[in-house]
């Protein structure tokens, strides 16, 4: 019998919070004795409405049912923190409170962990197959960029790196490490675990707000909109320093301003000119190191598309028995 614990952050999700929870063990419950055994664990991150309430009066009618709470809001990663410390069982699985992914898709990423002999499976709204809806667009719009950002970095490996709707086998959650409190810690972890060398399958899925949700978060913050930008580059270039090398490539007014900056010195022709041929060559070096990048990524993602066995398999390796 596989244990599974199936784990949902929370913060401020109101009373609808209720129907969530029955809703995602009305579902699990008809999957036990299929071998698998399920549990609940929930953490309420320091939420300032009804959510610890609402999430207790579940436990309460429950044997199995955990509430862990914050004494105030830490953000999403520091809730996967407490929850992954207190596991217990084979897998785990993490669902989103409002479901914006269902709860069909969480035993689907299950099933393919066990079928694969994987260490995480993803939940791929942007995979070929996935699909998007009732999301607003500009934050589907930054969404799309920065998973195509971090895409580029693993070499188009992976089409969604930023969604927490994932199954881990809890022996390989251990080895992860991320220090990101906030929705950055998703894409942290994965790509943790693509540095250890963790077998990663990734599912087409279908990501669906609900108009609560639309309404409660659709307002742009940009903000919060450039930091998520500045980190989601920072970690791609991090995971993928040849990226780093490609920036001075996609400066188009990098020669002129070198340029104007050296004549601003009043240097003398010799070293103008070995200024402004530097700059050349790096900028040239630059695209052609970043042309390479572009094509391996397309080129992988065409093999995905031209494959289309509904399952990206992120490391060509024999399935182990489970």
Same mark, same amino acid.
């Given at each position: 019998?596989?244990?599974?614990?199936?784990?949902? +952050?929370?913060?401020?999700?109101?009373?609808?919070?209720? %129907?969530?929870?029955?809703?995602?063990?009305? *579902?699990?419950?008809?999957?036990?004795?299929? %071998?698998?055994?399920?549990?609940?664990?929930?953490?309420?991150?320091?939420?300032?409405?009804?959510?610890?309430?609402?999430?207790?009066?579940?436990? %309460?009618?429950?044997?199995?049912?955990?509430? !862990?709470?914050?004494?105030?809001?830490?953000? !999403?990663?520091?809730?996967?923190?407490?929850?992954?410390?207190?596991?217990?069982?084979?897998?785990?699985?993490?669902?989103?409170?409002?479901?914006? *992914?269902?709860?069909?898709?969480a035993m689907e990423l299950i099933e393919q962990l066990e079928r694969e002999g994987a260490d995480i499976a993803l939940a791929s709204a942007y995979a070929h197959g996935g699909n998007v809806t009732n999301v607003p667009l500009v934050r589907r719009i930054l969404s799309r960029e920065a998973n195509r950002l971090l895409s580029l970095a693993t070499c188009g490996r992976f089409a969604t790196l930023t969604c927490m709707v994932r199954a881990y086998r809890v022996e390989a959650l251990r080895r992860l490490t991320f220090a990101s409190n906030g929705m950055d810690s998703v894409a942290e972890m994965l790509l943790d675990g693509l540095r250890k060398q963790m077998r990663v399958v990734e599912l087409p899925a279908t990501l669906s707000w609900s108009e609560e949700r639309r309404e409660a978060g659709g307002r742009?913050?940009? !903000?919060?909109?450039?930091?998520?930008?500045?980190?989601?580059?920072?970690?791609?270039?991090?995971?993928? +320093?040849?990226?780093w090398l490609a920036l001075p490539g996609l400066f188009p007014g990098l020669l002129p301003l070198s340029v104007a900056t050296l004549l601003i010195l009043r240097v003398?022709? +010799?070293? !103008?000119?070995?200024?402004?041929?530097?700059?050349?060559?790096?900028? *040239?070096?630059?695209?052609?190191?970043?042309? %390479?990048?572009?094509?391996?990524?397309?080129?992988?993602?065409? *093999?995905?598309?031209?494959?289309?066995?509904?399952?990206?398999n992120g490391y060509n390796v024999p399935s182990r028995s489970v």
């Open positions: 019998m596989t244990r599974v614990t199936v784990v949902v +952050p929370a913060y401020n999700e109101g009373e609808t919070f209720a %129907g969530a929870l029955v809703t995602i063990a009305d *579902y699990f419950s008809k999957h036990r004795g299929g %071998g698998y055994d399920f549990n609940y664990l929930i953490v309420d991150d320091g939420s300032r409405d009804e959510t610890y309430a609402v999430a207790s009066t579940f436990a %309460g009618r429950r044997s199995d049912v955990r509430v !862990l709470q914050h004494d105030r809001n830490r953000g !999403l990663g520091a809730a996967l923190r407490t929850a992954f410390a207190a596991i217990d069982s084979d897998i785990a699985v993490v669902l989103d409170a409002d479901l914006s *992914y269902t709860p069909a898709t742009f913050r940009p !903000l919060s909109a450039i930091r998520r930008i500045g980190a989601t580059c920072l970690m791609a270039c991090r995971y993928r +320093p040849a990226l003398n022709g +010799p070293t !103008l000119a070995i200024g402004t041929t530097t700059v050349v060559v790096v900028q *040239y070096s630059s695209l052609a190191l970043f042309s %390479g990048q572009l094509a391996a990524f397309f080129g992988r993602r065409l *093999y995905h598309r031209h494959h289309p066995n509904g399952v990206n």
